[in-house]
């Protein structure tokens, strides 16, 4: 079983800074492409930006030169760093890791989502 668990939401004013982190634990034996979704309220659930383990990232063109996603492979940890959050930033985030496990089968994972709200 693989758990994620984020943080770092919460409420911020337009411009604003934050900084979301997911980190996997349990039965891992590689997670290559690690990333973060975004679900507005009554909208699907989207993506916002991948990374693999070896570094290469992708980004939605709505939050590229704002966002930065990162990783640290060791702790099998990523990050996402939210710099001047507009309020159609909004959203429930959420952690997505597909994982092999020791059966070496690959399942997705998901973290429970944190909340960030930009408002005025």
């Known amino acids: 079983q693989v758990q994620l668990v984020e943080s770092g939401g919460g409420l911020v004013q337009p411009g604003g800074s934050l900084r979301l982190s997911c980190a996997a634990s349990?039965?891992?034996?590689?997670?290559?492409?690690m990333g973060w979704y975004c679900q507005a309220p009554g909208k699907e659930r989207e993506l916002v930006a991948t990374?693999?383990?070896?570094?290469?990232?992708n980004y939605v063109d709505s939050v590229k030169g704002r966002f930065t996603i990162s990783r640290d492979n060791a702790k099998n940890t990523v990050f996402l760093q939210m710099n001047s959050l507009k309020p159609e930033d909004t959203a429930v985030y959420y952690c997505?890791?597909?994982?092999?496990?020791?059966?070496?089968?690959?399942?997705?994972?998901w973290g429970q989502g944190t909340q960030v709200t930009v408002y005025s």
């Open positions: 997505y890791a597909p994982t092999v496990t020791p059966t070496l089968v690959e399942y997705d994972y």
């Open positions: 349990g039965s891992i034996i590689s997670i290559n492409v």
């Open positions: 990374i693999t383990s070896g570094g290469s990232t």
